[in-house]
């Protein structure tokens, strides 16, 4: 059962956003995301008066709180996600952890 704090979420979406250079969108993040981080359990609870779960939810808060673009590790324009050079070496520097 999963229930991941927005935290945990950074280097996935980091990730997802190195993969797709031409900028990626919320929606399409979300996607992503369920598809590697196999959410469930609590993060697959639907929201009451809404149509999305709290995973997605917690996605779409990296934007609207401005989580990785207050740590500068994207960029947000045009609707999409561009990762910056520090969320490259954020990356690079939990590949260094974890070897």
């Not at 997802?16 to 959410?39: F, R």
């Not at 779409?60 to 947000?76: F, G, I, P, T, W």
């Not at 324009?77 to 690079?92: A, M, S, V």
Request: aromatic share 8%; hydrophobic share 35%.
């Amino acid at each position: 059962m999963t229930n991941y704090s927005e935290s945990e979420l950074i280097p996935f979406a980091l990730a997802a956003i190195h993969d797709t250079p031409k900028g990626l969108e919320t929606h399409n993040l979300i996607k992503k995301l369920v598809k590697s981080m196999k959410p469930n359990g609590e993060d697959k609870i639907i929201l009451i008066n809404r149509t999305d779960d709290k995973f997605s939810q917690k996605v779409r808060n990296l934007k609207s709180h401005k989580n990785l673009e207050k740590k500068k590790l994207v960029d947000y324009k045009n609707n999409n996600f561009f990762i910056r050079q520090e969320g490259l070496n954020f990356l690079e520097d939990l590949k260094d952890d974890f070897n």
